[in-house]
């Protein structure tokens, strides 16, 4: 039998680490040559890392949300034949591996020792062959105070309930003065004596976690804290958003639109059959892509991205809209690229196809990447106003607002129309209040107006 060692491959496009975010096997595993093993992401996409043999798994590098450096070990597999490594070799990689890395990623107790060479004992660790509450460096036991052995008798007295209501409280004269001078109620005191008797420590136990509220009616106060790892690709989407706030200077515009006329030539559009054919139906979407489109014509400065650093913003002749949508996962932008090439019943195919690719997880890295400009909308749920963030490096984004009915003013009288908000952020550094305006006053004229979007 031999070892083989499986390391984090190159990813491609300049990739020097990756985020594991999940794992497939576990220690004591038998893997197939060709399994999936792990998944990582990067800043682009999720790599699958397969296993190229069979074997068992001895050991796992890493942690889920660790950052882990290209050609770095993950995994130890036992496998027949002689193995690509000796177990020497083995030994000297994964330690110098967990000394070079370990200021790139937080501990995972997997570091610096032998003992994380060998397989859990119950193969059920999920990937950490060090036992809890053993330090990886030293031959002592860590001082984790979730290792220690609990208290039975203080922690049982914590964590029980509160005497039933109706039900008198056993305790001294001793125990009740005590409670009266402390302002205790003893109803609400659990004791641990015979039958459930007050004692003096669980007088002590009471006061130390401080006052509770008692059960009302089947109410009582919920205190458990869950600590949840931002990992993922909700980790990119928190890196994404702290890098947009902290280095694009945001102005918001928003303006209100009587879309009526464009709610009627939509439900006029969905009901036509052209050519027996059967098509998505048209949402609002594909309209808005229409008249930003038209109107970057006149601003193409919109149409940008801003590299800071370098101080050029490159303006961009085609008009690649990513279209914010939200997945099981989180936040994506999938990519209508050249939207200025495509007209209504193209746009909204290709914003009905990447929308079904992000939700099932299917969408490549170039349909996820390449934006120009970007529309977010919350659907039914839009709001009255919102302030979008900007999809870093672009220099705006418009954002859709919830549809309502509102009386309107004709001039003689008010009449119910269909209206919307378009809540729109820009980057003020390289966009002045005066033109966001103009851009947003063009897309108004336009959804008002909607035989204008279709004139060239």
Same mark, same amino acid.
């Given at each position: ?31 197939? =040559? @060709?399994?999936? +093993?792990?998944?990582? /992401? ?50 000297? $990689?994964? *330690? ?33 062959? &060090? ?15 979730? $290792? ?37 109620d003893l109803r609400q005191v659990a004791g641990t004596g015979p039958a459930g008797r007050i004692q003096h420590e669980d007088i002590e %136990?009471?006061? %130390? ?16 804290? =869950? ?12 890196? !994404?958003?702290? +890098? ?19 709610? $009627? ?7 036509? !059959? ?8 048209? *949402?609002?979407?594909?309209?808005? /892509? ?11 400065? +919109? ?39 495509? @007209? ?7 914003? &009905?196809?990447? %929308? ?29 106003? *919102? *302030? ?7 220099? %705006?984004?418009?954002? &859709?607002? !919830? ?14 129309? !269909? ?26 004229? +336009? ?10």
């Open positions: 039998m031999g070892e083989y060692v499986i390391k984090l491959p190159d990813v491609g496009e300049g990739v020097a680490e990756a985020e594991l975010v999940e794992w497939q096997v576990k220690v004591g595993d038998l893997v197939r =040559e @060709d399994a999936v +093993l792990a998944a990582v /992401m990067t800043d682009k996409a999720t790599v699958e890392i397969p296993s190229p043999v069979d074997g068992e798994i001895l050991w796992l590098g890493a942690e889920i949300g660790d950052t882990v450096a290209i050609g770095s070990p993950i995994v130890r597999l036992k496998v027949a034949g002689e193995g690509n490594v000796s177990a020497g070799e083995a030994l000297a $990689d994964v *330690t110098a591996e967990g000394t070079e890395d370990a200021r790139a990623r937080p501990s995972s107790g997997l570091e610096s020792s032998s003992l994380n060479l060998a397989p859990s004992s119950s193969g059920s660790s999920r990937g950490s062959a &060090v036992p809890h509450g053993y330090d990886a460096t030293s031959s002592e036991r860590s001082e984790d105070p979730r $290792d220690e052995p609990e208290d039975d008798g203080v922690r049982s007295r914590v964590s029980s309930a509160p005497r039933p209501e109706g039900e008198k409280p056993l305790a001294s004269p001793a125990i009740r003065l005590r409670a009266k001078e402390a302002g205790v %136990a009471f006061l %130390a976690r401080g006052p509770q509220l008692a059960k009302v009616s089947g109410l009582a106060r919920n205190e458990a804290v =869950e600590d949840i790892k931002i990992i993922g690709l909700r980790r990119k989407i928190a890196e !994404k958003m702290a +890098l947009a706030k902290s280095r694009i200077p945001h102005i918001t515009y928003v303006e209100e639109i009587d879309v009526t006329a464009l709610e $009627d030539l939509r439900a006029a559009l969905n009901k036509e !059959k052209r050519g027996g054919a059967e098509r998505a139906k048209l *949402t609002l979407l594909p309209f808005l /892509m229409r008249a930003i489109v038209r109107a970057i014509a006149d601003q193409p400065n +919109l149409n940008a991205l801003f590299d800071d650093e370098a101080g050029i913003i490159h303006q961009h002749g085609g008009v690649h809209i990513g279209i914010a949508a939200q997945t099981p996962s989180g936040l994506v932008v999938p990519v209508v690229k050249h939207a200025e090439a495509r @007209d209504i019943w193209d746009c909204g195919a290709e914003v &009905v196809r990447l %929308a079904e690719a992000a939700k099932s997880g299917t969408a490549t890295r170039d349909e996820l990447s390449g934006s120009t400009i970007t529309i977010t909308s919350l659907g039914a749920m839009g709001g009255v106003a *919102t *302030t979008p963030v900007i999809n870093h490096p672009e220099v %705006a984004i418009v954002g &859709v607002n !919830k549809m309502m009915v509102r009386p309107v003013w004709d001039g003689t009288q008010f009449i119910p129309r !269909k209206m919307m908000n378009l809540s729109s952020s820009f980057d003020h550094r390289v966009i002045d209040g005066w033109d966001a305006a103009v851009f947003i006053q063009r897309i108004k004229t +336009l959804l008002e107006t909607p035989a204008l979007i279709f004139v060239e």
